[in-house]
């Protein structure tokens, strides 16, 4: 995630950065007006890196799902 943004933000497109700072995916209509003025080639590399981001962003939620489900053998404990 950090090097995808990094290099997006050498690539002068710092702006597509802020969604994933604030823990969001980079919607395609904000990708619009940033790729038009590109080649195929430069436009499928920012696309390249901003999936990786969005992925990135995923596991991020499904950690913190994931973390709020209690454990089996703590409802349970009591059981025995």
Do not use: M
Request: hydrophobic fraction near 35%; proline fraction near 5%; charged fraction near 40%.
């Amino acid at each position: 995630g950090e090097e995808e943004a990094e290099w997006l933000r050498a690539a002068g497109l710092g702006e597509l950065t802020e969604p994933w700072k604030a823990g969001r995916e980079i919607q395609p209509e904000e990708l619009g007006a940033v790729l038009r003025p590109l080649s195929r080639a430069q436009a499928e590399a920012v696309k390249r890196r901003v999936r990786s981001l969005n992925h990135t962003v995923k596991q991020r939620f499904n950690q913190r799902s994931r973390a709020r489900k209690p454990d089996i053998r703590d409802v349970f404990k009591d059981v025995e």
